[in-house]
């Protein structure tokens, strides 16, 4: 008998990116839910089969979700739909904070149609400006006052919540800045890469001293897969990311040499909210379930590299 699988938000980056490593597996049956607002659907799995199917539909609505939840029997779930990207979360904070209802929708279907596990995409930004290197899953300091992380900290305890009243199991996700083909420009290595193979500026906000760290997509999806094939990781918090710390500015650096481009680097006035100083996970126990090398920052890039090339020709 199939896994059915929901994943929403299946047309984004790393939700889509997830549909089309689940229905490679002719042992799944997924239906990816999105309600197009930043997804695409030529992020949608490209092959033709009988095991997927996409809906469009929005998660922060009852009478949406409830057809759909309750007609398919899911046997796990992945919320990954959330209004994604530094600037347009900045604009729209109302429209962030109508993501609770999602996560409402969601889980109070998954606790009453027999889900047997709901994984969530929460996000570095729950760390806030950072008490501690490494970030250790074990702190979140609640500091930030940007909606976006507001809504994923308090996401976090609607999943534990449910589990404590319901047994309704779950895995928490930290994303720390999933890259990779599927990536809109709306993300900082993408617009990079982008900037650069078009000979445009590359804008950095600021100085560009702030640093990150960037999880090729492809680490993401085969710890998330022996998560669920392999059921480890059940009532836990894990970051999803990498251990490899650069800044802004270096890594537009490292991007013009990559792609040979004659471009140059420009700065902006700094962001005044939502751009934190400092992100550097800790990683131990998504090594130990990923078994192998996170992959190089470069080799990502060029990987990235390859398909946006590919893609423009």
């Known amino acids: ?12 980056n790393v939700g889509g990116s997830l549909a089309r490593r689940l229905v490679a597996d002719p042992n799944n049956f997924v239906v990816v839910v999105d309600n197009l607002l930043t997804g695409s659907r030529t992020k949608l799995p490209q092959t033709e089969g009988e095991n997927w199917r996409f809906i469009k539909a929005d998660c922060n609505r009852m009478d949406e979700m409830a057809p759909i939840m309750c007609s398919s029997g899911f046997d796990y779930i992945f919320h990954y739909a959330a209004v994604v990207g530094v600037k347009r979360t900045l604009e729209s904070p109302r429209m962030v904070l109508d993501d609770v209802k999602g996560i409402e ?4 279907l998954a606790k009453s149609t ?8 929460s996000s570095s930004e729950v760390y806030g400006e950072p008490v501690e290197f490494p970030q250790r899953e074990s702190t979140t300091p609640l500091n930030s006052r940007l909606p976006y992380a507001i809504v994923k900290n308090l996401g976090e305890a609607y999943f534990k919540s449910f589990y404590q009243e319901y047994g309704l ?6 994303f720390f800045n999933t890259y990779g083909p599927l990536q809109s420009t709306d993300f900082v290595m993408s617009r990079f890469l ?7 500026p590359l804008t950095i906000y600021g100085e560009g001293s702030q640093t990150r760290t960037f999880c ?10 022996k998560l669920l094939n392999d059921g480890v990781g059940v009532n836990e918090v894990i970051n999803i990311g990498s251990d490899v710390e650069i800044s802004m500015l270096d890594l537009a650096r490292r991007i013009i040499e990559i792609t040979g481009s004659k471009s140059y680097i420009t700065h902006l006035p700094a962001l005044t909210e939502g751009d934190m100083t400092r992100r550097l996970p800790d990683v131990t126990r998504m090594r130990s379930i990923l078994g ?6 470069e080799n990502g890039i060029r990987l990235t590299l390859r398909f946006q090339q590919e893609i423009a020709a």
Do not use: P
């Not at 929708?105 to 109070?108: R, S």
């Open 1 to 12: 008998m199939k896994r059915k699988i929901l994943i929403t938000g299946g047309a984004g």
């Open 105 to 108: 929708n969601v889980l109070g």
């Open 114 to 121: 027999g889900v047997r596990r709901v994984f969530y995409s």
């Open 169 to 174: 199991e779950y895995t928490i996700f930290r």
């Open 194 to 200: 982008s900037q650069a193979l078009t000979g445009e």
């Open 216 to 225: 090729y997509v492809e680490d993401n999806l085969d710890t998330v897969q």
């Open 292 to 297: 192998r090398d996170l992959t190089q920052l």
